[in-house]
């Protein structure tokens, strides 16, 4: 190779190699086992993030029906301002219609007759703040008059009013009618409480009815096969205390595990009928 042409190469070698150097390589596609590998873990984490938002939903709910039961605390308390201090009644039977703490049980509901409507702010005529937002009309036959929907929320006037507690007033009308002031312990008596009823093989109903674990009949207590204490806030029941105060308590017992129908407590003192040891 003559000098003139090894410098010439010389100069172009450099400019060879790094074209060379710059020249991209094939790419490898993927394996099936990496695509599965990536499928897999993607599939594991969305689960972890559907099962976040679900969560996150199931506390706004409780939240709001946290809310709908402190309402209707505050409605209470304005009630009995009113009546000397006298809760209000859970229902009237011999009315036609039959009226009831939240309404008259029309087809559809009448929620503006309600004796505690007039004290409940926004109650409106749709009846939201009667209704537990984690219990979806659907999930239940309602006991309105015509399938129509009344509220999934029980008042606890087995203990507040037993005389105007209709189907059971027959065995316990004698006992007094409670006031604000009489209550020994407000803040563990339940004065409203996430409710609903099971009929067994036929489903569940809801119910305005926040019956006790134990029943008053013929002069002593005895089990109640059909409590309406109803745990839907993931494994959870909200109430409402006398005091007005809102908490969430778990089941002592399920009487229907199914539907999460059960009470709280192993008797029904201290938080559905204190003084029941004098009955």
């Not at 209470?76 to 209000?88: I, K, L, M, T």
């Amino acid at each position: 190779m003559s000098a003139i042409n090894a410098t010439v190469w010389h100069g172009i070698r450099p400019q060879i190699r790094g074209t060379m150097l710059l020249r991209p390589r094939p790419s490898r596609g993927f394996s099936l086992v990496e695509v599965l590998v990536v499928i897999a873990v993607i599939s594991v984490l969305a689960g972890l993030v559907m099962a976040a938002v679900n969560r996150s939903r199931g506390v706004a709910r409780s939240v709001v029906c946290h809310n709908n039961l402190r309402q209707l605390g505050i409605a209470v308390q304005v009630y009995a301002n009113a009546y000397e201090g006298h809760f209000p009644p859970l229902g009237y039977a011999d009315t036609q219609p039959t009226a009831y703490w939240w309404g008259t049980n029309d087809d559809p509901p009448d929620y503006s007759e309600g004796f505690l409507t007039p004290y409940v702010e926004a109650a409106g005529n749709d009846g939201d703040v009667y209704q537990c937002p984690e219990q979806a009309p659907g999930s239940y036959k309602p006991e309105g008059i015509g399938g129509a929907i009344t509220t999934t929320y029980g008042y606890n006037g087995y203990f507040l009013c037993p005389p105007a507690a209709p189907g059971w007033n027959v065995s316990i009308g004698q006992k007094p009618w409670q006031t604000f002031h009489e209550i020994v312990n407000p803040s563990e008596v339940f004065m409203f409480g996430d409710s609903l009823l099971s009929w067994g093989k036929d489903g569940v109903t809801n119910t305005s009815f926040l019956d006790p674990p134990f029943l008053y009949t013929r002069g002593r207590w005895q089990p109640n096969g059909s409590p309406t204490t109803c745990f839907r806030h993931a494994g959870l029941a909200n109430f409402c205390f006398v005091d007005g105060h809102v908490a969430s308590l778990p089941p002592t017992k399920l009487t229907s595990p199914e539907h999460n129908i059960g009470h709280v407590g192993e008797s029904n003192s201290p938080h559905y009928v204190p003084d029941g040891a004098g009955w």
